[in-house]
């Protein structure tokens, strides 16, 4: 199955990756919807929404504050690292990331579009004024939930919430990727949350082919040319191997 992807990514370049949590499960950092996710164990709707943000900024700031320390501890693994080394080899186009912590860059990727944004800082609700996270973390050291150091309103993380808009410019870039790839690889999403979910059917749309590796079905595993029911670090490692 390996080789017949690496055929694949050979044969209909450009080759856009589209990643979920799941690349980033073998860092040590927990997915959502698997059963030992995030989402088992928060309900999103007091944690991952806007509003429920804008009720309780404390709440949802020590959500965070956990999830900023394990973020900060985590390192890239043979995902991120097979997937930079196809990028640098120019098998891989661009990074299209859900994800937040930051690792495809710290693993050497350079084309990368973070859908959802990322913990690197932290922006005023009122002012705009934008924070790094270093600054954010040693904020939270003396409150629950860090002030703006410009008008002292609450920071509100980087990350796109539920309910929120996505970047325009990350997701305007993400369709465009898309609807160019001649194939779309997705690696360890579970395709639920939209409007990122919908870029597999851009691909097709657009004549390009789209190959899945994921632990667990997706509700798009109809539109893959190929589909690897397999873990993303050892799948990846073996296609850098073989391309
Ligand atoms: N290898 C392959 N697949 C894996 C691995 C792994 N090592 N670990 C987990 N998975 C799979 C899970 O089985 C699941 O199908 O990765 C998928 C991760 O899906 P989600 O947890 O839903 O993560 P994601 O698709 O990135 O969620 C999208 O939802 O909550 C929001 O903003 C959040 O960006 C996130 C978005």
Redesign the pocket.
Known sequence: MVSDLAALVRERQPCVVLT????S??SGIP????PS?I?AEYD?MEY?TIAAFRRDPVKVWEFYALRFQMLSTAEPNAGHLALADLEHRGLVEAVVT??VDGLHQRAGSRAVVEV?GSIRSASCLECGERVPLEDVVAALQDAPAPPCPHCGAVLKPDV?MFGELLPAAAIGRAVELARQAGVLLV???????QP?AGLPAETVAAGGAVAI????A?PFDHLAAIRIE????ETLSALARVS
Do not use: K
Request: charged residues 15%.
């Open positions: 979920g949590a799941g690349i499960t073998e997915d959502f919807r698997s996710g989402w999103p991952g859900q994800n959802h796109v690696v360890g999403s579970s395709l639920e949350v990122v590796v994921n632990r667990g997706t397999a873990g993303a670090g």
